[in-house]
């Protein structure tokens, strides 16, 4: 799956422009689930690797290559796909997504950005006499100018002793193919977990960016505001200042910044 980080058009010219994370999903154009949205992917050649069918993928159905990706789970439940056994390892791809040209591949009708609103509203913890049980509710909101596309994904870990098992099901999908909606709430998770402690956040900005939208990317994401004061002093190491400005129109220039790859050595 591919995020990217693009402005909200804005009225008002002299606003600053607001952030949105965004997911590429594809419509099919074939059974099962024609005419529904679903992320891009496909199967494995006998003649390639996990990670060279995933570029090969990406490439051919959106037109996308060379960009950050990383694998994230292997997802192997039985009837996942009604056609027959499937078991699909899943990759995360993070890009800025006004560098590259989107295109749909032969088995969909084309593809799209959808905005992506994550949110848990209900949580719950079991004690039992052997284990603890957490229990959340996620509700994601996949919305274009086309379509809104709704699930709610169950998340039950089971922990006992030093063992911990995770279970996820969705409860109700509309709009999103197959197991799909699992795939992307798993992939939000790992996305929110991994900026606090790495540089990956970097692979949604543009080569020169102000703190300001820095911290909107990091906002969107985390789903909270955060204080700027705080915010500046732990992203400081991994930001060097230019002598560039920024030339938004209806309000005063901001020092642009770029993204210094040897932080974790300072």
């Known amino acids: 799956m591919i995020f990217t980080v693009k402005d909200k058009k804005e009225e008002n010219y002299r606003k600053l422009s607001g952030k949105s994370i965004k997911l590429l999903l594809v419509k099919r154009a074939d059974h099962p689930f024609i005419g529904q949205w679903a992320l891009p992917g496909g199967f494995v050649s006998v003649d390639e690797?996990?990670?060279?069918?995933?570029?090969?993928?990406?490439?051919?159905?959106?037109?996308?290559?060379?960009?950050?990706?990383?694998?994230?789970?292997?997802?192997?439940?039985?009837k996942r796909d009604p056609r027959w056994?499937?078991?699909?390892?899943?990759?995360?791809?993070?890009?800025?997504?006004?560098?590259f040209d989107i295109k749909a591949g032969d088995d969909a009708d084309y593809a799209g950005w959808f905005d992506v609103k994550f949110e848990?509203?209900?949580?719950?913890?079991?004690?039992?006499?052997?284990?603890?049980v957490f229990e959340k509710s996620v509700k994601i909101i996949l919305s274009s100018e086309e379509d809104t596309l709704e699930a709610v994904v169950k998340i039950t870990e089971r922990r006992r002793g030093r063992s911990t098992s995770v279970k996820r099901e969705i409860v109700n999908s509309r709009g999103i193919a197959f197991d799909h909606a699992k795939i992307i709430e798993y992939?939000?998770?790992?996305?929110?977990?991994?900026?606090?402690?790495?540089?990956?956040?970097?692979?949604l900005m543009p080569e020169r960016f102000t703190l300001s939208e820095l911290q909107q990317v990091y906002e969107i994401i985390l789903g909270r505001e955060l204080l700027a004061a705080?915010?500046?002093?732990?992203?400081?190491?991994?930001?060097?200042?230019?002598?560039e400005f920024s030339k938004n129109a209806g309000h005063r220039p901001s020092k642009l910044y770029r993204f210094n790859p040897g932080w974790k050595y300072m």
């Open 49 to 78: 690797s996990i990670d060279e069918a995933a570029n090969r993928e990406l490439k051919s159905e959106t037109n996308v290559e060379d960009i950050y990706m990383e694998q994230l789970y292997t997802w192997g439940d039985v």
């Open 85 to 99: 056994r499937v078991v699909s390892c899943s990759y995360m791809a993070l890009v800025d997504g006004s560098l």
């Open 120 to 132: 848990v509203f209900e949580e719950k913890k079991t004690v039992l006499e052997k284990e603890l």
């Open 187 to 203: 992939a939000i998770e790992r996305l929110r977990n991994k900026i606090e402690y790495t540089d990956i956040v970097f692979n």
């Open 230 to 243: 705080a915010f500046r002093r732990k992203i400081s190491d991994k930001v060097i200042e230019t002598n």
